[in-house]
């Protein structure tokens, strides 16, 4: 789990941490969604297929605090990408919360 947990912060690190007014953090968008408490998280990587399921509530708390501070900010450039590395998937219950390194719940990054 470290080893998803590393990349994916990473990857956001240096994908997504751009300033501008209409920033947004991980945790305004997913509550902006209709998530309220995450008790499940689906990470999957979009080159191999590979699927990790956390759902013990202390792994899910861990990743969050890990994650919820990065800030999402949509690009210039809005013209449509194909494919992603990772897909991020919180569920509350049986609300759910998707995005990518480039759109979060169809908002394009």
Do not use: A
Not at 10 to 30: A, F, K, P, R
Not at 52 to 57: D, V, W
Not at 88 to 103: E, G, R, S, W
């Amino acid at each position: 789990m470290k080893k998803w947990i590393f990349i994916f912060v990473i990857l956001c690190v240096s994908l997504l941490l751009s300033c501008g007014d209409n920033s947004q953090t991980l945790q305004m968008l997913y509550t902006d969604g209709g998530i309220e408490k995450v008790d499940k998280i689906i990470l999957k990587d979009g080159t191999t297929g590979d699927i990790k399921t956390i759902t013990k509530e202390e792994d899910v708390d861990k990743f969050l605090e890990m994650v919820n501070n990065i800030e999402f900010s949509p690009r210039k450039n809005q013209r449509d990408r194909e494919g992603w590395m990772y897909q991020i998937t919180f569920y509350d219950k049986n609300k759910v919360f998707k995005f990518t390194l480039h759109q979060v719940e169809g908002y394009l990054l």
